[in-house]
Each structure stands twice: as C-alpha cells, then as structure tokens.
Nanobody, 124 residues
Framework: QVQLLESGGRLVHAGDSLRLSCTTT????????MAWFRQAPGKEREFVAN???????RYTDSVKGRFTISRDNAAATVYMQMKSLKAEDTAIYYC??????????????????WGQGIQVTVSS
C-alpha cells in the first residue's frame, strides 16, 4: 500500500523560508509525477507545484519565483523549498502521487495517492 508522509510544516513569520518533505513508502514514486497541493480554511484544495518523472517542474502563478520543488528518487522523497513566505501561504499542504509519469495534469483527479497533510502557518 503506497503511503505518503509529509514533514517540515510549522509556524513561521512572513518573509521566512521553510522546506517541506514528502516520503513515499510501500511503493514507488520515481516513475510518477509528484505534487504539492494546499487547502486554506474555507477554500478548496488547490494545486501548488508538481514535478514529473522527467524532473520537469510546474508551479501555480502565486508561488513562482518563491517555491522550488525537487525530488530525490533514491530517497523516494519530494521536497518543496518555500521562501519569502506570505500570510496567504497559510494552509494545510498535501503531497500527492499522480496516476501519470508526466506533470501535465494538475487537477486533483489526476492524483491517486495522498498524504495526510501538514500545517504551514505564516504569521504576519
């Protein structure tokens, strides 16, 4: 059974940096696109970034230039380095494994496995 475990979330101040990690166990992630989504209170879950099996990254416009997604297939881990954090980045962040190898699909339905989510709070 594939399981995704997120770590690294915490309370930070605006302008700070933070790195999230997502480790896959019980199955493989190297041949699939991996993504980060987030859900703020009262809002729908939204795509943040993904990285394909080809290591091609994609980002939603609001995080371009501030967030960097990367993957270490040997460690079965995906990272998201976040800098210049803003209060509006506050959300529960979810790691997800795609049904597909490439990251062309950014909709929720393209992702088959999900982590439990981890809280990131940015205080202003």
């Amino acid at each position: 059974q594939v399981q995704l475990l997120e770590s690294g979330g915490r309370l930070v101040h605006a302008g700070d940096s933070l790195r999230l990690s997502c480790t896959t166990t019980g199955g493989t992630s190297s041949g699939y696109a991996m993504a980060w989504f987030r859900q703020a209170p009262g809002k729908e879950r939204e795509f943040v970034a993904n990285i394909g099996a080809d290591h091609m990254p994609r980002y939603t416009d609001s995080v371009k230039g501030r967030f960097t997604i990367s993957r270490d297939n040997a460690a079965a881990t995906v990272y998201m380095q976040m800098k210049s954090l803003k209060a509006e980045d506050t959300a529960i962040y979810y790691c997800a494994r795609s049904r597909y190898a490439l990251g062309d699909e950014t909709g929720i339905n393209a992702y088959l496995y999900w982590g439990q989510g981890i809280q990131v709070t940015v205080s202003s």
